[in-house]
């Protein structure tokens, strides 16, 4: 059965409690959402209990952390609701409708920007990291097998192993019982035996040549 039966994410939630909305900085939120909603809860299948910190080392020493990391920065420089919203936040701010703020240098503004800005700003990009990762499909689902597979190995358990691809291939086949070579096989040496007879025919024909042919017939028909 599937790992993912013995584990839920309200239970994984009221032992690691984080909130989808946070202050902290998109990679932190990523790192401990990553594993504390994604692990599977196996204590009675596992030959030692694994800790979510023993799942994140692995995938942190192999560089899974880093590819993921930099999948979902990739996603949300792509995500058009949050620059729009994020340019909304830059034009309504109160550091660019100061009076004044066109003399200040651009080092001061966006460091003002920053001061203001950043919490809010942080606030949308860690929800936006949340739906990514939390998702059931796309790298939602990647990051769900690829911790899986991680705490599988972890854990003494090999990986479910994959269906096999004549299965795949011929599933009607399979339940059937029926195995299509035989009877093209048959054919073919009903066909083969066929093309035998009329070979034979068409090689007396030749040999005996149609005035033969003729002679004999006519010796058949008088009774000699």
């Known amino acids: 059965s599937s790992p993912s039966r013995f584990y839920s994410r309200k239970r994984l939630s009221s032992r690691f409690p984080i909130s989808p909305i946070s202050s902290s900085p998109v990679a932190k939120l990523?790192?401990?959402?990553?594993?504390?909603?994604?692990l599977p809860l196996l204590p009675q299948m596992a030959e030692h209990v694994v800790a979510p910190e023993d799942v994140l080392e692995s995938l942190m020493n192999d560089g899974t952390v880093d590819a993921i990391r930099m999948k979902v920065i990739s996603q949300l420089k792509a995500n058009e609701d949050m620059k729009r919203d994020t340019m909304v936040m830059v034009?309504?701010?109160?550091?660019?409708?100061?009076?004044?703020?066109?003399?200040?240098?651009?080092?001061?503004?966006?460091?003002?920007?920053?001061?203001?800005?950043?919490?809010p700003v942080l606030e949308k990009a860690s929800k936006a990291v949340w739906e990514i990762i939390s998702g059931t499909d796309g790298l939602g689902k990647e990051i769900?097998?690829?911790?899986?597979?991680?705490?599988?190995?972890?854990?003494?358990?090999?990986?479910?192993?994959?269906?096999?691809?004549?299965?795949?291939?011929?599933?009607?086949?399979?339940?059937?019982?029926?195995?299509?070579?035989?009877?093209?096989?048959?054919?073919?040496?009903?066909?083969?035996?066929d093309a035998e007879i009329h070979e034979g025919g068409d090689?007396?024909?030749l040999a005996n040549g149609p005035g033969k042919r003729s002679a004999i017939e006519s010796s058949e028909s008088s009774g000699v």
């Not at 990523?30 to 994604?38: K, S, T, Y």
């Not at 070579?181 to 054919?187: A, C, L, Q, V, W």
């Open 30 to 38: 990523f790192r401990e959402g990553l594993v504390l909603l994604q």
């Open 144 to 193: 769900t097998d690829t911790v899986e597979k991680v705490f599988l190995r972890l854990s003494g358990h090999a990986e479910r192993p994959a269906a096999p691809v004549s299965t795949l291939n011929n599933p009607v086949q399979e339940e059937n019982g029926d195995v299509g070579e035989p009877s093209t096989s048959s054919h073919r040496k009903r066909s083969f035996g």
């Open 203 to 205: 090689a007396d024909a």
């Open 91 to 119: 034009e309504q701010s109160k550091t660019l409708n100061t009076p004044g703020a066109e003399k200040q240098s651009k080092r001061d503004l966006f460091d003002a920007l920053r001061r203001e800005l950043e919490t």
